[in-house]
């Protein structure tokens, strides 16, 4: 059980270093708009590309 | 049958770019058709590549392009009181566009900056519809608004909000926090609860034991802080509320986990109450979401009916804001405008739609020195007036002035939740007591005291406190989903007790704009279609259009006309392969023959009557309350299957309000201004589809979709989410009496505990979304 000394604390850190990543990117306000990123992403240049692409094939 | 490729509306009668000759993307209109050159002149016409890919999101009707120039918006004014400014000074501003609907949208408002070097970034929020645009201070908002609106979405100004949106977002994100907090405290408790569950003991399960104390108290302390905070103004108005018992819970169960952990037994109950915490403020915080939504869409859409007025300064017009309105300035009105202010004609004759102020169907003429009023509608010429009102004491903002006051009045209830739980609190104290007499003589003092402690913990109603909001959340989600918006869930409540139901009559169960009621004729149909399709095509006077819907239901098709007049108050004329036709007064003319004549009326909804009847059926007692006359009121309601006795016309807002007020368990429906006063006095205010901002500021719950059937809907959902929460009510309730019976003969520990609690939790989620069947059958169809 001596594992325990290592394990505990282990488990102990990484759930808080998750818990002040949360309470970071919450106070930075990146969960005020939940609704318009999810978009966004799809449409910086090389997604715009894809999308192209990918709609070209399908009309084939 | 084609649609638009721009608004993706059909299009009947589509029309087609110039260069597009084998007419491949059919247009709806010439509004659609513009922007569709507009976006390719600029190099945008990747826009409708994206928007074939990406879903769209909300519908979105065709593009009526403003012939504002928006010079307003440059007015140092309206710069100091709307906009914010960056860093460097730069022009921060807020629109609300109209026209947004899908992933193209937003592609094309943040490459604006590419558009103009003035604009330094563009963001757009996709749920509320807003563009946060960012200009250098050398850069014109005007431009800005003239972009979106060639663009095809129509700008609205946002006042600048700024310390209010701050608040809400602060508020927002510690709500956040205090979940997740909850939520990786109640994970981390449970690791080590298992563990001592499963017989962790000696050094081990003191640590453990110790670490999930640890764990407990900033859930305990931060994150329930609302609940304490709640419990407390509750206890000050003296009323349990649900948050009572749930604090009463948490504190004792601090107290005796810390308590053990001093005398050194490894067992408390944080472990579900932390759950618990976190359950709660999560389910709270999803019913608060989906009612932000709601108050979202139904502040904004429709409240900037006129958006930029113009005022004639030296002899030269100059555009402005409304709020810059002040009495005795000359204004010029155009056709198809509302009037920003109540005033006095000047110069010029023209007709007047009071529809939406009064309630009256017939539009009124007006000439030099009638008085007109702030929100009706010029349906003829341009005309010239002189302001006897500024924006807010105009006969409309001193409605508004009033619902705002009244506001406060509306009675509020006592919802089922409070209810249900001053009886809970006094029965579970109650019961303690007596747990602890019945143990003290047989243990003694201390023994009672624990167990006694032990039975309010785990009688904590978890269940209970979640499944109102889960109901809720559910209700008003359907209802959205179903172009119902619904702002409060008391209103669901107060839905279900209803009785009197009070209709608007003009826009509720009418039209609310005239239509063809008579027409007869000698030469065919078809011809017949061909003349009023060609000639009322793109009119916007109210007779051209319930003449052009005419033409379509005769089923005529387009022809070229030549030397087309439209003349407000006389009528339409122009050239048709080689007749001259003219339509006025009433009549239609070939070559100065009479060949047809009609009547116009506004007409009831065809299916009216059905959901009057329907809402008949389901108990409530309908009365149609109007201010036109009484005539015209008594033949409609006649019509829409109602008694004499069940009728009221002539009546003006506040007579409305009073007869509103004097009954109980009351719902209003309509749409105009003389309704918002009647609107906010009924337990429940519902706006119909179309209707003014002031309504919608004033109602609870908004129709997105014309006519009575949403409401019909409306009110099986509230009945259908009550029985649902009463259903829960009941589930919770046996979960307890099952913790009070294992409490009083002694078997109750924190595994129990443990095991109960998820338990009744996840038996009323699932009866909350399970729903019930008549709720599941009527939102599919």
């Not at chain 2, 302001?387 to 004491?393: L, M, N, Y």
């Not at chain 2, 009326?601 to 809402?615: C, M, Y």
Request: charged share 20%; glycine share 8%; with cysteine.
């Amino acid at each position: 059980m001596e594992i325990l000394v290592i394990l505990i604390p282990l488990a102990l850190g990484l759930g808080f270093l998750f818990l002040l990543a949360f309470i970071w990117s919450a106070l930075k306000g990146q969960y005020d708009d939940l609704e318009t990123p999810r978009y966004r992403m799809l449409l910086d240049d090389q997604g715009l590309k894809k999308i192209s692409h990918h709609s070209k094939k399908e009309e084939k | 049958m084609d649609f638009c490729l721009h608004c993706d509306e059909p299009a009947p009668f589509p029309l087609f770019s110039e260069k597009d000759r084998e007419q491949a993307n059919p247009f709806c209109c010439e509004g659609c058709l513009t922007v569709y050159g507009v976006l390719h002149s600029l190099g945008f016409s990747d826009y409708y590549k994206i928007k074939a890919q990406g879903e769209i999101l909300k519908p979105r009707s065709p593009v009526q392009e403003s012939k504002s120039k928006f010079t307003y918006l440059d007015d140092p004014d309206f710069i100091s009181e709307y906009a914010k400014r960056g860093k460097q000074d730069e022009i921060i501003l807020d629109f609300y566009l109209e026209g947004i609907h899908c992933l193209a949208c937003l592609w094309l408002i943040e490459k604006l900056p590419e558009m103009s070097p003035f604009i330094l970034s563009s963001k757009l929020d996709l749920e509320k519809s807003i563009a946060t645009v960012m200009l250098s201070k050398e850069g014109k908002a005007s431009s800005v608004a003239v972009l979106f609106n060639q663009l095809g979405y129509r700008p609205h100004p946002l006042k600048n909000g700024q310390e209010l949106d701050d608040l809400r977002l602060k508020e927002e994100r510690s709500q956040l926090l205090r979940i997740g907090v909850a939520g990786a405290a109640a994970g981390n408790i449970m690791l080590y609860a298992v563990s001592l569950y499963g017989g962790a003991s000696g050094e081990h399960g003191a640590f453990f034991n110790l670490l999930t104390v640890l764990f407990a108290i900033p859930v305990l302390t931060y994150s329930a802080f609302p609940f304490y905070r709640n419990a407390w103004m509750g206890l000050r108005n003296k009323t349990l509320s649900i948050d009572v018992p749930i604090s009463l819970s948490l504190i004792l169960g601090a107290i005796l986990g810390v308590v053990d952990l001093l005398s050194g037994k490894t067992e408390n109950y944080f472990d579900s109450l932390t759950t618990l915490v976190f359950l709660l403020l999560l389910s709270r915080y999803f019913l608060q979401k989906v009612q932000q939504r709601g108050l979202a869409a139904s502040d904004l859409n429709f409240f900037y009916q006129s958006e930029s007025a113009r005022r004639i300064e030296n002899g030269k017009i100059r555009e402005i804001h409304p709020d810059f309105i002040k009495s005795g300035q000359t204004l010029l009105v155009g056709n198809g405008e509302f009037f920003p202010v109540d005033g006095e004609v000047l110069e010029g004759e023209s007709e007047v739609d009071n529809s939406l102020l009064t309630g009256e169907s017939r539009s009124v003429g007006v000439g030099p020195g009638s008085v007109v009023f702030s929100g009706t509608l010029n349906l003829g010429k341009e005309i010239l007036i002189r302001s006897t009102s500024g924006a807010r004491d105009s006969r409309l903002g001193k409605i508004l002035k009033n619902v705002e006051s009244g506001w406060g009045l509306r009675s509020n209830i006592v919802t089922i939740s409070q209810r249900v739980s001053q009886y809970f609190t006094v029965g579970v104290m109650g019961l303690a007591a007596i747990l602890y007499l019945y143990v003290l003589f047989q243990a003694g003092a201390e023994a009672a005291l624990e167990r006694a402690v032990v039975l309010l913990i785990v009688t904590c109603p978890c269940a209970l406190a979640l499944s109102v909001p889960l109901s809720f959340t559910r209700a008003l989600r359907l209802a959205a989903q179903n172009g119902i918006i619904i702002k409060s869930d008391e209103t669901i409540e107060k839905l279900e007790l209803a009785k009197h139901l009070f209709l608007d009559k003009t826009g509720t169960i009418t039209f609310g704009q005239v239509k063809v009621s008579e027409f007869s004729t000698q030469i065919p149909h078809q011809e017949m279609g061909n003349i009023l399709l060609s000639l009322e095509r793109g009119s916007r006077h109210p007779v051209g259009k319930a003449l052009f819907e005419h033409g379509q239901s005769l089923g005529g098709s387009f022809q070229e006309v030549l030397e087309r007049r439209e003349e407000t108050g006389v009528g339409v004329s122009g050239r048709i392969g080689g007749s001259f036709y003219e339509i006025r007064g009433q009549r239609i003319f070939q070559d100065g023959k009479v060949i047809a004549s009609f009547k116009l009326n506004d007409l009831l909804r065809s299916d009216s009557k059905d959901h009057i009847k329907k809402l008949r059926e389901e108990g409530l007692i309908p009365m149609v309350l109007s201010g036109d006359r009484k005539e015209t009121v008594a033949l409609i309601a006649k019509e829409a299957g109602l008694l004499p006795e069940e009728t009221q016309g002539e009546l003006g807002p506040e007579k409305k309000a009073q007869l509103i007020k004097s009954m109980s368990q009351t719902v209003m429906v309509g749409d105009g201004a003389n309704d918002a006063l009647a609107l906010s006095s009924a337990d429940v205010g519902v706006a119909v589809y179309g209707a003014m901002d002031i309504s919608l500021r004033s109602a609870d719950v908004y129709l997105t979709t014309p006519g009575l059937g949403a409401l019909e809907k409306l009110i099986v959902l509230s009945r259908e989410t009550m029985k649902v929460i009463r259903r829960n009510l009941i589930l919770s309730l046996s979960y307890n009496s099952i913790s009070v019976a294992l409490a009083f003969a002694g078997l109750i520990s924190p595994l129990s505990a443990a095991i109960i609690m998820p338990v009744s939790s996840l038996t009323v989620l699932l009866s909350s979304y399970w729903g019930t069947k008549k709720m599941r059958s009527l939102w599919k169809s």
